[in-house]
């Protein structure tokens, strides 16, 4: 009797080796992501291990890159794509401005850079960025909460990668699929997947507009969300009318008597104090010695919703002896700090702003409040003083107790909203605005992968093409790779400095 041989395929083992993996978490614990973090990310990679061995993430139409990046795939949004990008002649002009816009703006990014890394070698300092700070990822940076800067963060990401999928189609090329790149429940990506094969013959110019279509859009976007910020700002006002300090000086007058910050001054005098103009207005008629008597409103607090009012007898400082003093002496001094006469009233307050300020640091874009010309070079730098305001208020879009003496107006959103929904509304326009800044200045950062890098490759190739007319394919295409690829390493490097060198020190 014979055997039957039978033709079995044994599939190969993968062998996976931990130890990357283990020592990576390890770097990222030493260097100072909170343990819970770590331990996230420790679970979350198991996950996708385990899910990518059973098959799991295949039934998904997803992908595992990069060891803990979920690539999320779907095709919903081909039709509407399709529908917009009809118009192929209006989006390849907007293409060719993204080109140039993005070029421009690259300019500042890398400028930028280099003032920062020269900065950091010539007074390095002994404070450095944590590691879970050195990347945007909503509720693990520390100065970033989770819900609003996450939703506005898979908006931009959408529109993002939607307008990328707008200039493949407006030029003819055909997308796999859209998606989102995620780390447990946050997104930190998105994309949009042309076909590779298209993509490799489009000409260059064509892909450049691919490239600058993404962080173009978000730097428009920037500027149209900033304008609907400053109109929902316009709807906030105050609670109760007045000036206050944002710090008392010490020594000063003001402490002495016992005048708090954000206390709201409502009268000096019996003479209303409403605006801070009002304020300086009652102030110059008072001398230094003078008693004048404070009427103020306590600082407000979520927990005590009522404010009590007191009136405080304050003897007035002066002016000139207080500059004298902090001077000592120097005239010149005194003339740069605003000047002073003798016998001039001096209360000893800082930052005197009134109840609206938080609000007004937006809506003068729509209030008319500067010269057009004036508005637009503050509208214009506006998200870069953004960029600090979360940084320095741990998190916060404004100082809470001014974010307190704020309440709906009486325009039609303030009354269908609310003051809470007002506010709301302000913290995602708030993140809206900085999520978009940031994302399109960061890919525009000249090194590969962002979209800057892609551009410069596809512009040093077509520079070298026309300079060195006649030359091999091969060799223009090897010699602009080469070019790109250091230049990526320099960026690379300048990045590294201000993140490097005050861990050596």
């Not at 307190?404 to 003051?419: D, F, I, K, R, Y």
Request: glycine residues 8%; negative net charge.
């Amino acid at each position: 009797m014979r055997a039957a041989c039978t033709d079995v395929s044994v599939e190969p083992v993968v062998r996976r080796s931990f130890l990357l993996p283990i020592v990576t978490l390890y770097l990222l614990y030493v260097l100072g992501m909170p343990t819970l973090v770590v331990l996230f990310l420790a679970a979350w990679y198991a996950a996708l291990i385990y899910s990518e061995d059973m098959g799991y993430l295949d039934r998904l139409n997803a992908t595992r890159v990069l060891g803990i990046i979920l690539m999320l795939r779907t095709n919903r949004g081909k039709r509407a794509l399709n529908f917009i990008s009809k118009r192929r002649g209006f989006w390849r002009k907007f293409g060719e401005f993204s080109i140039w816009l993005c070029f421009i703006v690259m300019l500042l990014v890398v400028l930028l850079l280099f003032a920062s890394a020269i900065q950091t070698a010539i007074s390095p300092s002994d404070d450095y960025i944590p590691a879970r700070d050195l990347v945007f990822i909503p509720g693990v940076t520390s100065f970033i909460p989770f819900w609003w800067p996450a939703l506005a963060l898979i908006v931009t990401l959408v529109i993002h990668e939607y307008s990328h999928g707008i200039q493949a189609r407006a030029h003819g090329m055909n997308l796999r699929s859209f998606g989102l790149l995620m780390v447990g429940p946050i997104p930190i990506g998105a994309f949009a997947e042309p076909e590779e094969e298209e993509m490799s013959r489009a000409p260059r110019r064509e892909r450049m507009r691919l490239f600058a279509a993404g962080p173009s859009i978000n730097i428009l976007a920037t500027y149209l969300v900033l304008i609907l910020l400053s109109s929902v700002s316009s709807g906030l006002v105050a609670q109760n009318e007045g000036i206050h300090a944002r710090a008392i000086i010490e020594g000063s007058a003001a402490e002495e008597y016992g005048l708090m910050p954000y206390e709201t001054i409502t009268h000096i005098n019996g003479m209303p104090t409403g605006e801070y103009s009002q304020f300086s207005d009652v102030m110059d008629t008072l001398s230094s010695g003078e008693v004048a008597v404070f009427t103020v409103l306590s600082s407000p607090s979520p927990d005590i919703p009522e404010r009590a009012q007191r009136d405080i007898d304050i003897t007035l400082d002066d002016r000139y002896e207080y500059l004298y003093e902090l001077c000592e002496g120097d005239l010149g001094c005194i003339e740069n700090s605003g000047g002073a006469e003798q016998g001039e009233a001096f209360l000893g307050v800082y930052g005197a702003v009134s109840a609206t300020a938080a609000a007004d640091g937006y809506s003068y874009i729509v209030d008319g409040e500067y010269p057009i010309g004036l508005t637009s070079v503050l509208a214009v730098f506006q998200p870069l003083v953004m960029l600090q305001t979360p940084i320095s208020l741990d998190g916060q879009t404004m100082i809470l107790e001014e974010r307190e003496m704020l309440e709906a107006g009486t325009g039609l959103v303030g009354s269908v909203l609310g003051t809470d929904g007002m506010l709301m509304l302000f913290d995602f326009l708030f993140w809206l605005v900085w999520v978009n800044f940031l994302l399109g200045f960061a890919n525009l950062i000249p090194m590969v992968p962002f979209d800057g890098g892609h551009m410069v490759r596809d512009a040093v190739h077509s520079t070298l093409k026309f300079i060195q007319r006649g030359a091999h394919p091969l060799k223009i295409e090897s010699l602009a790779n080469r070019i790109s690829s250091i230049s990526s390493f320099f960026i690379l490097f300048i990045l590294a400095i201000p993140v490097i060198i005050p861990r050596l020190l």
